[in-house]
T-cell receptor, first 113, second 111 residues
Framework: GENVEQHPSTLSVQEGDSAVIKCTYSDSASNYFPWYKQELGKRPQLIIDIRSNVGEKKDQRIAVTLNKTAKHFSLHITETQPEDSAVYFC????????????FGTGTQLKVEI | DVKVTQSSRYLVKRTGEKVFLECVQDMDHENMFWYRQDPGLGLRLIYFSYDVKMKEKGDIPEGYSVSREKKERFSLILESASTNQTSMYLC??????????FGPGTRLTVL
């Protein structure tokens, strides 16, 4: 089955700096890669996703890049703000799996003022 | 606006009890999922369902079963609760290969 590894497990940045979280996956058939943000005490919510037919996707301060050859994808947050502090999860899914997602173990991002 | 609800936010049960966790979604999603979330382990899939009466094992199905009699409702059953099943349980639903919408979670404590 799919295996997703996520690094780092914790990340501390100064407000205004960039943050990068990296994930690798094992199943070359995976073609959908979402990122979820979970604030303390809240449910995970999708912030951005990418499909295997594109290499990069941006949404304001958030971007995701995908390298299918190397089987890794990354989340980039620019101009970080205190409200970006949360746990971020990457995930991977293959189309034939009924949208079965395999999640990474999460990254606790802390944005310090 | 998609709404996924779970029957309880907090639940305390005793070892050996049968436990039912219920999840309801209101967006006619065909896919529904049950995860457990533990610190440092992320979200691990217990079971999922892609249609009524259909179920598939996830990565950690041992000790759990599920039921999906209606499209909007997906139940997780712990036949005989054990202390190692103390965890946060999250339900989710989705259309095809797309965004999964999560419920608020049930924090289960087994004493």
């Amino acid at each position: 089955g799919e295996n997703v590894e996520q690094h780092p497990s914790t990340l501390s940045v100064q407000e205004g700096d960039s943050a990068v979280i990296k994930c690798t996956y094992s199943d070359s058939a995976s073609n959908y890669f979402p990122w979820y943000k979970q604030e303390l005490g809240k449910r995970p919510q999708l912030i951005i996703d990418i499909r295997s037919n594109v290499g990069e996707k941006k949404d304001q301060r958030i971007a995701v890049t995908l390298n299918k050859t190397a089987k890794h994808f990354s989340l980039h947050i620019t101009e970080t703000q205190p409200e970006d502090s949360a746990v971020y999860f990457c995930a991977a899914s293959s189309e034939g799996g009924g949208n079965k997602l395999t999640f990474g173990t999460g990254t606790q991002l802390k944005v310090e003022i | 606006d998609v709404k996924v609800t779970q029957s309880s936010r907090y639940l305390v049960k005793r070892t050996g009890e049968k436990v039912f966790l219920e999840c309801v979604q209101d967006m006619d999603h065909e896919n529904m999922f049950w995860y457990r979330q533990d610190p440092g382990l992320g979200l691990r899939l217990i079971y999922f369902s892609y249609d009524v009466k259909m179920k598939e094992k996830g990565d950690i199905p041992e000790g759990y079963s599920v039921s999906r009699e209606k499209k909007e409702r997906f139940s997780l059953i712990l036949e005989s609760a054990s202390t190692n099943q103390t965890s946060m349980y999250l339900c989710a639903s989705s259309l095809q290969v797309d965004e999964q919408f999560f419920g608020p979670g049930t924090r289960l404590t087994v004493l």
